[in-house]
């Protein structure tokens, strides 16, 4: 997946591999279907009821927790809001009730979080948008502070 000339410098690719090595988890986690690009502008009222649309990017079997990380650090990103994201999302009420009900683990949830962040960060290399590109990798930092603190 990170090959030499993909990055855009060699510190770049660094992060990457230690966000790589982060990520590990031996624990099993139950498949999720991901909408791909769940954000407010993609939910709508139709006909009086609450409808998802835009599925292009769906998965039917997917990482739990993608949906929400997309939800989250999209509108960070969008309003240049940079805040602490992965303590913020993991507080709050129906992410630790959709976490509890999957029996997530905290180290297992920023992990996922991780995953969601190094998959967007390549996603967007390999399309071309140089604008996220430093946005996602000061999650990714931020994303691995918070595990070091959790992890033994």
Known sequence: LIQEGTMRSSADKR???????EMSDTCRLPQAMVH???????????????RIVDWESAQLKGLPLQDICHFFYRQDYLFEEAKALPAILLRHPEVE???????ISRISALRLILYYLVDTYCRHLSNGED???SYVLQQIDAVIAEIKKVSP
């Open 131 to 133: 604008a996220t590109y």
């Open 36 to 50: 791909g690009d769940f954000t407010p502008w993609n939910i709508k009222i139709i006909d009086g009821k609450l």
């Open 97 to 103: 009730r959709y976490l509890a009900e999957l029996s």
């Open 15 to 21: 992060r990457l591999e230690g966000a790589f090595e």
